[in-house]
Nanobody, 125 residues
Framework: QVQPVESGGGSVQAGGSLRLSCAAS????????LGWFRQAPGKGREFVAG???????GYGDSVKGRFTISRDNSKSTVYLQMNSLTPEDTAVYYC???????????????????WGQGTQVTVSS
């Protein structure tokens, strides 16, 4: 089964950009749906973006138009480009994988099979 590992978090000022990466080891990467979730202090885990094996994408309402998810199956890696960041984007960001070859966007965190350890993103005003 695929095991995700996130990288690329850090601190940035409002209006800035960051790119998160999620490298997945084990399993057949192309057969997995990959999702990004985030969790801010005192809040539940929120769906950010997801991408199917074929490249179908979906986004949470709070990030539409600012974040872009993409994947490189040859590198077993999924990316999250985050632009126009605001302090409300501050959270721990998690990458998750689900063995699934369809094109439905999986927004429920309970659906996923495996999770990374998370990477902190902090946006200052």
């Amino acid at each position: 089964q695929v095991q995700p590992v996130e990288s690329g978090g850090g601190s940035v000022q409002a209006g800035g950009s960051l790119r998160l990466s999620c490298a997945a080891s084990g399993g057949t990467f192309s057969g997995y749906f990959l999702g990004w979730f985030r969790q801010a202090p005192g809040k539940g885990r929120e769906f950010v973006a997801g991408i199917s094996w074929s490249g179908q994408t979906g986004y949470g309402d709070s990030v539409k138009g600012r974040f872009t998810i993409s994947r490189d199956n040859s590198k077993s890696t999924v990316y999250l480009q985050m632009n126009s960041l605001t302090p409300e984007d501050t959270a721990v960001y998690y990458c998750a994988a689900k063995e699934y070859s369809g094109d439905l966007i999986l927004i429920n965190s309970g659906t996923y099979d495996s999770w990374g350890q998370g990477t902190q993103v902090t946006v200052s005003s």
